[in-house]
């Protein structure tokens, strides 16, 4: 260690306190890698508790001419936070109080630590909700990394995606500088509730990879719970006509989620829980989500008919959840998406499969590695729906190219598709293989669940070709002239950038970080 690293560290100690930062090897491991892929090792994790206790410690990193890389829940796959050089981690963890909630002026402020299930089940008694209430892995994300790298899901198909739903961010800059955004950023110190006061420098701040910044906290919108739910399943020939159903559900507004699976990803997620305790536990969400007897009595009904099999053999399915404060709404609108699911040739199912999902939507981290212990990560883009048809097909052409050698070497493509509102069609390419774990697996799930797993060996032929399908999808991807979120430094960024735009990024990553001290790397700047 040298001299400069250690006055920094001693700097920060005194700052945060001895137990808030860390230098020992199994921490700086686990957090030099997410779940794809490790970097260089950090000089130290710092793991500030308050919001106030962060500029002074960037200040000190800075004037040390050291880099700061900012982490959330870390349960990525695009390198976001992988170290580049000498650097020092920001685990935001540790901020993960919610101080205010408005059921009057319908907003809450949360630290930058707070997960989505933790602000979810907070808000539930007081019969509030998020307009989008987060994603697969929210019991472990967390809000600043949702904003910083493009969380979505659950509520997308109706409201978007994370960082449509944010109304302020508090942020400190490279330097130690603190600032707010929106109506937020008033000297008189307001409510919230008004994003766009001027430009928007909200929108600055969302999906940067904590490139401009670390953010500390969010205030968001709130809504009321809908006072009903609906849900409905269809099952299609073939990847297409399950496109084109979802297209047609986005275009028309009928759902809050709106999700094609293909029958690999269905047989994953059955596989891994298969148990009768399983089966149970996930009938038990269902009923206590059901509200009254009569619409538990159609909650078990609904599960008990579709028996073990969810969706038929070689199946592509679109799952739906609508939801208003009119019964009768619901049900118009779920009628409306079997009359567009039919066009396409959708025969109705049991809707099982959304109705777990929603009875229990943060079950936990186990999902980070498949039932038989294999890896998978996942590559996302977003095109208008006149251009999904062409991107599924082009996808599946691709991967024919490599059939030979992902059968050779175990590797495997499952596809999940989404409506992010009305106009914009979400495709997922998720890649499985077998090889070793990530320190980053083993700390994400439940000790149980990971020794009934089985351990695999390094397998570097399956992880090069993975590697290589990645790259490969990634440029399919750019020529569609398609978006990702979560872009981190797998997507190109800078380099399908139009000049003006790259010029306006690379004018503000300047004037916020001219040392390039934040996050250096992160989306190619």
């Avoid at 399983?278 to 619409?295: E, P």
């Avoid at 199946?315 to 039919?342: D, I, K, P, R, T």
């Avoid at 004037?511 to 001290?517: G, R, T």
Wanted: with cysteine; hydrophobic share 50%; aromatic share 6%.
């Amino acid at each position: 260690m040298s001299t400069g690293t250690g006055v920094l560290l001693q700097t920060l100690r005194s700052l945060l306190g001895e137990d808030a930062v860390a230098t020992d090897a199994a921490t700086l491991q686990l957090m030099a890698g997410d779940l794809y892929s490790s970097g260089p090792l950090p000089l130290a994790v710092i793991r500030p508790r308050a919001p106030a206790d962060l500029g002074p410690a960037v200040a000190a990193i800075h004037a040390a001419g050291v880099s700061l890389v900012p982490r959330g829940g870390g349960l990525s796959y695009t390198g976001g936070y992988r170290c580049q050089a000498a650097s020092v981690v920001v685990d935001l963890s540790g901020l993960d109080r919610i101080e205010h909630i408005s059921a009057e002026d319908m907003y809450v402020v949360a630290q930058a630590g707070v997960t989505w299930k933790q602000l979810h089940e907070a808000l539930a008694p007081l019969g509030l909700r998020l307009p989008y209430f987060g994603t697969f892995s929210g019991a472990g994300a967390s809000i600043g990394g949702g904003l910083s790298h493009g969380a979505l899901f659950f509520g997308s198909a109706r409201y978007g995606c994370a960082a449509d739903n944010a109304l302020g961010v508090e942020v400190v800059t490279a330097d130690g500088s603190v600032l707010r955004t929106g109506q937020w950023a008033l000297k008189a110190n307001p409510e919230p509730v008004f994003r766009n006061f001027g430009p928007d420098t909200t929108g600055l701040f969302m999906h940067d990879g904590g490139a401009f910044g670390i953010k500390t906290r969010a205030a968001l919108r709130l809504m009321q719970t809908p006072a009903h739910t609906g849900f409905a399943s269809f099952a299609f020939a073939d990847f297409v006509a399950a496109g084109k159903a979802l297209s047609a559900v986005a275009r028309a507004g009928l759902a809050e989620e709106a999700y094609v699976l293909d029958a690999g990803a269905i047989a994953a997620n059955v596989e891994r829980d298969h148990s009768l305790r399983g089966a149970m536990r996930a009938l038990r969400h269902v009923l206590a989500s059901a509200r009254g007897a009569r619409a538990k009595i159609a909650a078990l009904a609904g599960a008990v008919a579709a028996g073990r099999q969810v969706v038929p053999d070689n199946a592509f399915s679109l799952h739906l959840v609508a939801a208003g404060n009119s019964a009768a709404a619901v049900e118009q609108e779920l009628a409306l998406a079997h009359a567009l699911a039919a066009a396409q040739g959708g025969i109705a199912i049991a809707a099982t499969v959304p109705r777990i999902a929603r009875a229990d939507p943060f079950p936990g981290l186990n999902a980070v590695l498949g039932a038989s212990g294999s890896r998978w990560a996942a590559l996302n883009v977003k095109v208008a729906h006149s251009r999904a048809e062409a991107l599924i097909r082009a996808h599946q052409q691709l991967m024919a190219q490599h059939a030979q050698a992902m059968r050779t070497h175990g590797v495997r493509v499952t596809y999940l598709c989404s409506a992010l509102c009305r106009y914009s069609f979400s495709f997922e390419a998720v890649f499985h293989w077998h090889d070793s774990w990530q320190p980053l697996h083993e700390a994400s799930m439940e000790a149980t669940a990971l020794a009934a797993l089985q351990r695999h060996a390094e397998n570097l032929p399956a992880r090069e070709l993975v590697a290589r399908l990645r790259v490969e999808t990634c440029a399919l991807f750019a020529e569609t002239g398609g978006a990702s979120n979560q872009i981190g430094r797998t997507y190109p960024f800078v380099e399908v950038l139009d000049d003006t735009p790259l010029a306006l990024l690379r004018g503000i990553k300047q004037q916020l970080d001219p040392q390039q001290h934040m996050n250096p790397g992160v989306l190619g700047l």
